[in-house]
């Protein structure tokens, strides 16, 4: 193997690995947003939710 066969895969793994994360970030960003939403509109109509329920005695 060439040492220049060699830099090209290990950049094309580089940018492989950056791709993904990037995905995976857009992926959790949306899902946060989603669950943003959400809980705006339980608070706005006034449930109670597991979360704002954990902290009262």
Known sequence: ???ELVNTAAA?????VI?????AAVIQ????RASNQ???LLTARGWKTMTSTLGSP
Do not use: K, N
């Open 1 to 3: 193997m060439s040492l």
């Open 12 to 16: 094309v793994g580089t940018f492989l």
């Open 19 to 23: 791709a993904t994360t990037a995905i």
């Open 29 to 32: 960003l949306r899902h946060m």
């Open 38 to 40: 959400l809980q705006g």
